[in-house]
């Protein structure tokens, strides 16, 4: 049995009720790039990046056993994932400043793998606040509307808003400040 | 859209070819698969963290992706296969004896499970009819399902639908043949030319 490469929301959760192993394998392939991608700039290795996209899945399937059917229908997909995930990159940013910091002396060396101007926006974003670069990310790299956001971090729109503009204010401030030296 | 957040968007990376695979097989949604060359010819073996969930005939899929499209669940192709799992697999084929493997029967309806649990008690070199299964299910009037059940065995070989043969003691009918069946049993010593 393969499982399809692009899947709506709507066929995802409608599978996940009649055959719970196919639905979730659509869901891996139609949601684990963007989890990946986002937990990529909230964590400072690829490996903590990896681990979180496979953990929040994994969560998520052992979650699912205690769902009803109308439940797995209205779940937000996306949002619900968020939610995993953002507490894993949590736990793992806290853990890899740790090791970094042991291992090179600074809380935002980026790895050897990662691409120069990728390291340099994990470096930028590494200087806003938790919730600034949670917003921001979640907004701008995983694509997730404010509303979602919201839900994900529970924060109201107006503030996720708020962090979003500012963050982008203070990434704009880095960049200019890096042209002028 | 403004420099910067073009840039944001810009910094998607796809995830590690294997991530999918690793985290579908790790939750044990889906399984593994491997060729193996056994003393029946080469197979395709497919495997969960529970235990073996499929076995093909190279003469049945001849490609990988043709066994993963008729397999019943998800499936990768594994880049190896665990040495122990292989060598019980082998052994098992080679000596006719599969007591000791453990096989996943997840999908299949609650009475086919049975019917192949009990098929799978059935030692090398014997044969029963199609009745005994239904008896040892206490159901002595489900002969037909129980062929149907069998006709549908995903693990043959390792599961011995094969010992299962008529009342009258023909060998009734084969997924791969009845002449395959025939020789089979003749080669385990259950039936003489």
């Known amino acids: 049995m393969k499982a399809r490469d692009a899947s709506t929301d709507a066929e995802i959760k409608q599978v996940l009720v009649t055959n719970r192993d196919l639905g979730f394998t659509m869901l891996v392939r139609s949601c684990q790039p963007g989890i990946y991608s986002g937990a990529r700039r909230l964590t400072h290795r690829h490996e903590d990046a990896e681990e979180v996209a496979q953990d929040t899945f994994l969560r998520a399937y052992r979650a699912l056993d205690g769902y009803s059917d109308a439940r797995i229908r209205d779940l937000r997909i996306r949002a619900w994932l968020w939610t995993i995930a953002l507490n894993l990159c949590r736990d793992r940013a806290g853990h890899s400043r740790n090791e970094t910091a042991r291992h090179t002396g600074g809380p935002n060396a980026a790895s050897d793998e990662t691409p120069i101007d990728a390291a340099s926006w994990n470096r930028r974003l590494a200087r806003l606040s938790v919730e600034q670069r949670n917003a921001v990310v979640l907004r701008h790299v995983a694509d997730l509307p404010i509303a979602e956001i919201a839900e994900i971090t529970g924060r109201p729109e107006g503030t996720v808003k708020a962090d979003v503009s500012r963050g982008l204010d203070r990434l704009r401030d880095a960049l200019e400040r890096e042209e002028l030296k | ?193």
């Open chain 2, 1 to 193: 859209m403004n420099y910067i957040e073009q840039a944001l968007a810009g910094l998607a990376e796809s995830p590690p070819a294997d991530l999918e695979r690793a985290t579908v097989v790790g939750a044990d949604a889906g399984d593994l698969v491997a060729k193996v060359d056994s003393s029946r010819g080469p197979v395709w073996i497919a495997w969960s963290r529970t235990g073996i969930t499929g076995l093909t005939p190279l003469f049945v899929d001849k490609t990988v992706d043709e066994f993963v499209d008729h397999h019943r669940r998800v499936a990768y192709e594994a880049d190896v296969i665990p040495k122990l799992l292989k060598s019980e697999i082998e052994e098992a084929l080679e000596s006719g004896r599969s007591m000791g493997l453990s096989f996943d029967l997840r999908g299949l309806s609650s009475f086919q499970q049975s019917v192949l649990r009990t098929c799978a008690t059935i030692s090398n070199g014997t044969v029963r009819p199609y009745g005994w299964i239904a008896e040892e299910l206490h159901k002595p009037g489900a002969t037909r399902a129980v062929g149907t059940a069998l006709a549908k065995n995903p693990i043959p070989f390792l599961i011995p639908c094969h010992r299962v043969v008529r009342s009258d003691g023909s060998v009734g009918s084969y997924a791969f043949g009845p002449e395959m069946k025939k020789e089979l049993l003749l080669s385990e010593g259950a039936i003489a030319l």
